[in-house]
T-cell receptor, first 109, second 113 residues
């Protein structure tokens, strides 16, 4: 069965501190993993995907198949990073994307 | 145009009403989706259309009826809803395939009274 677990509902850090949002997944095949972000009063949008191995807004995420994890990291958090972050997984066919419960990141000044 | 547009933004309907939610995209995407999002919960997949054909129905009650009139439009017809169906309904589109980004609309906030 497909499952995405984000264990933290809320993560609060100070500006300039490192941040790590955890994501673990369960999937029998080879997954495609994404991080989506929703800023206040904005639509849900893609932040990054594992296959492109890129850094967006200073965020990176590495797929660890051994630990079935796809944690999102940023070395120095900014206030504008405050948002809701969802880890998501697409199945082999690509049409079924499921979301984790989400982690609200709050970056304090 | 890289947006998914949903109308209306807000909808209040009675349990005996019939209403429709509309979604439009002009990015040439071949996959379109309906998600339901309750407060403080993640989006839950309801339906997927691929090349204008329904490819996934996540066991959604028949009081929700999707329709894809063409590759740019997606409707969700609502009839005899219950108060617990009140939620934010999100439409999304993508090229399809595993590594493709889903573009989301702003959603329709539905209240069933």
């Amino acid at each position: 069965a497909q499952r995405v677990t984000q264990p933290e509902k809320l993560l609060s850090v100070f500006k300039g501190a490192p941040v790590e949002l955890k994501c673990n997944y369960s999937y029998s095949g080879s997954p495609e993993l994404f991080w989506y972000v929703q800023y206040s009063r904005q639509r849900l949008q893609l932040l990054l995907r594992h296959i492109s191995r890129e850094s967006i807004k200073g965020f990176t995420a590495d797929l660890n198949k051994g630990e079935t994890s796809f944690h999102l990291k940023k070395p120095f958090a900014q206030e504008e990073d405050s948002a809701m972050y969802y880890c998501a997984l697409s199945n082999t066919g690509g049409f079924k994307t499921i979301f984790g419960a989400g982690t609200r990141l709050f970056v304090k000044a | 145009d890289t947006e998914v547009t949903q109308t209306p933004k807000h909808l209040v309907m009675g349990m005996t009403n019939k209403k429709s939610l509309k979604c439009e995209q002009h990015m040439g995407h071949r996959a379109m989706y309906w998600y339901k999002q309750k407060a403080k919960k993640p989006p839950e997949l309801m339906f997927v259309y691929s090349y204008e054909k329904l490819s996934i129905n996540e066991s959604v009650p028949s009081r929700f009826s999707p329709e894809c009139p063409n590759s740019s439009l997606l409707n969700l017809h609502l009839h005899a809803l219950q108060p617990e169906d009140s939620a934010l309904y999100l439409c999304a589109s993508s090229w399809g395939g595993r590594d493709t980004e889903a573009f989301f609309g702003q959603g329709t906030r539905l209240t069933v009274v």
